[in-house]
């Protein structure tokens, strides 16, 4: 795993991640202001405020794991999903995959919270797979990259309110179903590295974050 990826594609790499970190503030933001309260009031700005430490951590993370350098990392500042901003119920429609149809309801509390749990299990999912993807890629130790990933996983998952300690193994299993198997069935058209390298960061983080299944 040693040879890089040229910087456009490092650039991709990155929107694949920061895309996904986006739908967990914004998801993050709702879940920890409840699902009762309504979306014009809840702040963006004050979530990130909060949680100030646990995101630098976790864009460091990132950033090991990609290895990106800082004009890579300097797309979030361009996303800005960081700064204030409104949250609507049609962006948490998106983000949670449609989950609900779109009408004059789909800001009322029970659909505020269906949303946020399917969009939490959404992007959370997607997320794992962009840093897999990066890693498999850009990462010089799968092991370490490994690590790097649970980190981001637990604390992305924390942020959005999954806070149980067998929260990144669940999230594991779901992008295992969901993800892997287009990566490596025969009528893949990934090649052969990228399949070995999914596999390789496939048994590691079952064996981090389930020892006695991953032996």
């Not at 997607?126 to 890693?135: D, F, P, Q, R, S």
């Not at 850009?138 to 690590?147: G, M, V």
């Not at 892997?180 to 070995?196: D, I, Q, W």
Request: hydrophobic share 45%; aromatic share 6%.
């Amino acid at each position: 795993m040693e040879d890089r990826q040229p910087i456009s594609s490092e650039t991709s790499l990155g929107r694949e991640i920061f895309g996904p970190l986006g739908g967990v503030v914004e998801l993050g933001a709702v879940a920890s202001s409840g699902t009762q309260q309504r979306l014009q009031d809840v702040s963006v700005g004050d979530f990130v405020e909060r949680h100030r430490s646990e995101l630098d951590r976790m864009l460091t993370a990132v950033r090991d794991i990609g290895d990106f350098h800082a004009e890579t990392m300097a797309i979030i500042d361009e996303l800005g999903w960081h700064r204030e901003h409104e949250i609507t119920a049609p962006s948490l429609l998106l983000w949670s995959g449609c989950i609900e149809a779109y009408s004059p309801s789909l800001d009322e509390p029970s659909a505020v919270q269906r949303m946020v749990h399917m969009g939490a299990d959404l992007q959370l999912t997607n997320l794992m797979h962009a840093l897999v993807g990066t890693a498999s890629s850009r990462a010089r130790t799968a092991e370490l990259a490994s690590e790097r990933i649970v980190e981001v996983m637990s604390i992305a998952a924390a942020l959005v309110g999954i806070r149980h300690e067998r929260a990144v193994w669940g999230l594991f299993r779901m992008w295992r179903v969901t993800f892997l198997p287009h990566v490596l069935m025969p009528s893949s058209r990934s090649p052969e590295l990228t399949k070995a390298n999914f596999r390789t960061y496939a048994q590691i983080l079952e064996g981090i974050l389930d020892p006695v299944e991953g032996a």
